[in-house]
């Protein structure tokens, strides 16, 4: 069964940072690309970003609003995509989700499962 | 940046109505569209991909249309677990974008 486990969410302030992790199981992570996505309270989903798997150098694609901000990093021996969260705004609170990027029957990559997200809370 | 625009923004419909739901992106994407739902709480849910393949495990009741700027995601039986939320994703070019999304109610 195809697992997508977020964690590290939390209340932080302004300003400050934090990690976020998605622990995969019941697939082969290694040859999967992944994304980023979250969303505000009330609001709809933003894709953040991406990071290709090790046979594509692990390049990256990041949103606008998060370039410069967030970095997506990923370690294949233990099954598990990072989010580092940098000079974190009152308008980053979201659930964040990781989801899994699948090769589709087209030869596309394609989101295909997504894990239940984690709660970032920035507030004062 | 493309911007997708679903209508409506929300809708109240009756079990067994058929429901459909539009998408259309700001500039042609051939047919680079992925179809979500979501429920309350939960995380999003692969329905459609290639604007017209279903993904596996998903019911045949659910079907996707269109191509270039305008899509369709069609219910053609609306079942109770059919209430949620459906967005919209175009993957033709970076940054990947979602539209705003349909909330499918209770009538």
């Known amino acids: 069964e195809v697992q997508l486990v977020e964690s590290g969410g939390g209340l932080v302030q302004p300003g400050g940072s934090l990690r976020l992790s998605c622990a995969a199981s019941?697939?082969?992570?290694?040859?999967?690309?992944m994304d980023w996505v979250r969303q505000a309270p009330g609001k709809g989903l933003e894709w953040l970003g991406r990071?290709?798997?090790?046979?594509?150098?692990?390049?990256?694609e990041y949103a606008a609003s998060v370039k410069g901000r967030f970095t997506f990093s990923r370690d294949d021996s233990k099954n598990s995509l990072y989010l580092q969260m940098n000079s974190l705004k009152t308008e980053d609170t979201a659930v964040y989700y990781c989801?899994?990027?699948?090769?589709?029957?087209?030869?596309?990559?394609?989101?295909?499962?997504w894990g239940q997200g984690t709660l970032v809370t920035v507030s004062s | 940046d493309i911007q997708m625009t679903q209508s409506p923004s929300s809708l109240s419909a009756s079990v067994g109505d058929r429901v459909t739901i539009t998408c259309r992106a700001s500039?042609?994407?051939?047919?680079?569209l992925v179809w979500f739902q979501q429920k309350p709480g939960k995380a999003p849910k692969s329905l459609i991909y290639?604007?017209?393949t279903l993904q596996s495990g998903v019911p045949s009741r659910f079907s996707g249309s269109g191509s270039g700027t305008d899509f369709t995601l069609t219910i053609s039986s609306l079942q109770p677990e059919d209430f949620a939320t459906y967005y919209c994703?175009?993957?033709?070019?970076?940054?990947?974008?979602f539209g705003g999304g349909t909330k499918v109610e209770i009538k």
């Open positions: 989801g899994r990027v699948s090769v589709s029957d087209y030869g596309d990559y394609v989101g295909d499962f």
């Open positions: 019941g697939f082969t992570f290694s040859d999967h690309y």
């Open positions: 990071i290709r798997k090790k046979a594509n150098s692990y390049t990256t």
């Open positions: 500039q042609v994407i051939s047919n680079y």
């Open positions: 290639g604007a017209s």
């Open positions: 994703q175009q993957y033709n070019t970076y940054p990947l974008t």
